[in-house]
């Protein structure tokens, strides 16, 4: 789930928005987004779908670099 946080977050700041601005835009609560970037939540396929859109990617690109263990 770290991984997975730090594609997010790096995505976000490539980006250059803040966690608020992302969690505004995928209608989520910032602490989540927060949570979601050091890898504590076991995030839903659909909040991926929202996350990707707002960052204008598809969700493969979370999964970029993350082995098949």
Do not use: H
């Amino acid at each position: 789930m770290s991984k997975l946080g730090n594609q997010i977050r790096n995505l976000r700041k490539k980006m250059g928005i803040s966690q608020e601005k992302l969690a505004n835009l995928a209608e989520i609560d910032r602490s989540y987004v927060g949570s979601i970037e050091r890898g504590e939540r076991n995030v839903s396929f659909l909040t991926l779908v929202k996350l990707a859109k707002c960052l204008e990617c598809n969700v493969s690109e979370f999964a970029k670099d993350i082995p098949n263990e």
